[in-house]
């Protein structure tokens, strides 16, 4: 169900109470100023994707994106007519944008810690060039490093041969081919053990896909189905048979609530929905967020 609803609301214990099995909230807001008015302990995992380079969602850069005209956006070439999708050019940031990216992790970092049960767990979508500008600062800000999940997913990039020099060098790549998608997973500090942090405060693990099977840290994935795209067409969508997994894991009763506050056209909140779990996603621009709220239902209505 979308709807506009506040922040869970903290129980006297400071326990928060969660939304009911099923239940979404979407706000258009910027996620910062959200997270300051959220009160302590109200949110069990956080499963996010987040902007990077700070840059790519601006007005100006997605007016680029639209136009089809470089900025930090790389347009792929159509390939057998099949026209790829644009990707963040992570290589083009410079050190000021390097030094503006490990302050805004700093700051979500500290954000979320703040808004977390203890034991809750972050899931959040990196890059291989930028991923320790993330990690670092989630770990100043207090958060346990449990791992990566590696997204394993093979996209049509190109552009890993010297540029205007393809033939000169026909047998050099100047960096791999990408073939995974790391996502970092952290967890707030747990209060004494996990039983009994799992008792108080329903976090502290991760949950198992069965309980004869653990939770793997490399999930074989594919690049999102046309379908979906042509459900919520944002140039980040991830699908939504490795967000159901993730968010599956994330809850490890399946009780409690997921953030996610950057969820663009709201393949977490969708993925959540599919599986009965209560999530709350926000979303600073209209048009992503108008998308989310026609693309969620259909999303989570999907059979992956
Ligand atoms: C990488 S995209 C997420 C896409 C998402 N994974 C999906 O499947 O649709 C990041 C999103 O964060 C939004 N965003 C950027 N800054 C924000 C802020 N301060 N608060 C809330 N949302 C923000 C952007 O508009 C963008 O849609």
Redo the contacts with the bound molecule.
């Keep these: 169900m979308t709807q506009l609803l506040e922040p869970p609301p903290a129980l006297e214990n400071g326990a928060p109470e969660p939304l009911c099995s099923g239940l979404h909230a979407i706000h258009r807001?910027?996620?910062?100023r959200y997270l300051e008015d959220a009160p302590p302990n109200s949110f069990h995992a956080v499963v996010t994707?987040?902007?990077y380079g700070l840059v790519e969602?601006t007005d100006g850069q997605l007016a680029k994106l639209r136009s089809g005209n470089g900025g930090v956006w790389r347009m792929p070439p159509a390939l057998d007519g099949y026209r790829r999708r644009p990707v963040p050019r992570f290589t083009v940031l410079s050190d000021a944008d390097k030094e503006r990216l490990r302050c805004f992790f700093d700051r979500l970092a500290r954000a979320l810690f703040r808004v977390l049960t203890p034991g809750a767990h972050v899931f959040i979508?990196a890059n291989p060039l930028v991923s320790y500008l993330v990690y670092e600062p989630f770990i100043s800000g207090g958060f346990e490093k449990r791992g990566e999940v590696i997204r394993a997913v093979t996209t049509l990039r190109g552009g890993d041969r010297p540029k205007n020099a393809h033939d000169e060098f026909a047998g050099v790549t100047v960096i791999p081919r990408s073939a995974w998608e790391p996502w970092g997973l952290f967890r707030k500090p747990i209060e004494g053990r996990v039983q009994d942090n799992l008792r108080k405060w329903k976090t502290g693990a991760l949950r198992r896909p069965s309980p004869s099977s653990p939770f793997r840290d490399l999930i074989p994935s594919s690049p999102t189905p046309a379908r979906e795209r042509a459900i919520?067409p944002?140039p980040?969508?991830?699908p939504q048979r490795f967000m159901r997994q993730v968010a599956h894991a994330a809850l490890p009763l399946g009780e409690g609530v997921i953030l996610d506050?950057?969820?663009?056209?709201?393949?977490?909140i969708a993925a959540a929905d599919a599986l009965g779990l209560s999530s709350v996603g926000?979303?600073?621009?209209e048009e992503?967020f108008a998308m989310a709220e026609q693309a969620i239902p259909e999303l989570s209505a999907l059979r992956v």
Excluded at 29 to 32: G, K, R, S, V
Aim: hydrophobic share 40%; net charge negative; no cysteine.
């Design positions: 807001t910027d996620a910062f994707d987040p902007p969602y979508a919520a944002h980040s969508l991830k506050p950057f969820m663009g056209a709201g393949s977490t926000l979303e600073i621009n992503f």
